[in-house]
Antibody, heavy 119, light 111 residues
């Protein structure tokens, strides 16, 4: 079955860049579907960050677009997220998930990784 | 403020049915059949329960059903069980540049 696993630093300093990777197993990213990032601040709701296709095509949330970069590495069957100039407001659990071109669903999800922005 | 509006909380007794609403606009919920619902237990990963308004993924109990009328989508849980107590989020594709929007979440309490 398809499984996703996020990895990356759990602590990032303010103004620095948050970098996360999502490793996919049980399915080849090159076979199709889109791949997305969603975050959830502690005690709050879900926020879509962006999607990427294996070709490298990306769609970003306009509210984060100026700070977000997503990339894909089909040879390693993984995709990545970079969020620059982070502040405490970026503290959240970051999830990666499989989705579609119309983003009508996210499934499955990775286990999520908590990233704290603090000096 | 979330793009889709959900009640903050709903409650019901075991065996009863409850409905959670998700209100958007004609640019999202009302304009497309791309509404999905997620269940999230405390400290756990969101799990898809309904996609494309009313479709149930394999393995999801048929006690969960989805529907839509105008700009409002609904998730109905029948025969409430203690294990249904969780947070529920709706999401929808949107024609705006945001692409997808989520509701603020609804906390379901099983009394």
């Amino acid at each position: 079955q398809v499984q996703l696993q996020e990895s990356g630093p759990g602590l990032v300093k303010p103004s620095e860049t948050l970098s996360l990777t999502c490793a996919v197993s049980g399915y080849s990213i090159s076979s199709g579907y889109y791949w997305g990032w969603i975050r959830q601040p502690p005690g709050k709701g879900l926020e879509w960050i962006g999607n990427i296709y294996h070709s490298g095509s990306t769609y970003y949330n306009p509210s984060l677009k100026s700070r977000v970069t997503m990339s894909v590495d089909t040879s390693k069957n993984q995709f990545s997220l970079k969020l620059s100039s982070v502040t405490a407001a970026d503290t959240a659990v970051y999830y990666c998930a499989r989705t579609t071109v119309t983003t009508d669903w996210f499934d499955p999800w990775g286990q999520g990784t908590l990233v704290t922005v603090s000096s | 403020q979330s793009a889709l509006t959900q009640p903050a909380s709903v409650s019901g007794s075991p065996g009863q049915s409850i409905t959670i609403s998700c209100t958007g606009t004609s640019s999202d919920v009302g304009g497309y059949n791309y509404v999905s619902w997620y269940q999230q237990h405390p400290g756990k990963v969101p799990k898809i329960m309904i996609y494309d308004v009313s479709n149930r993924p394999s393995g999801v109990s048929n006690r969960f059903s989805g529907s839509k009328s105008g700009n409002t989508a609904s998730l109905t849980i029948s025969g409430l069980q203690a294990e249904d107590e969780a947070d529920y989020y709706c999401s929808s594709y949107t024609s705006s540049s945001t692409l997808v929007v989520f509701g603020g979440g609804t906390k379901l309490t099983v009394l």
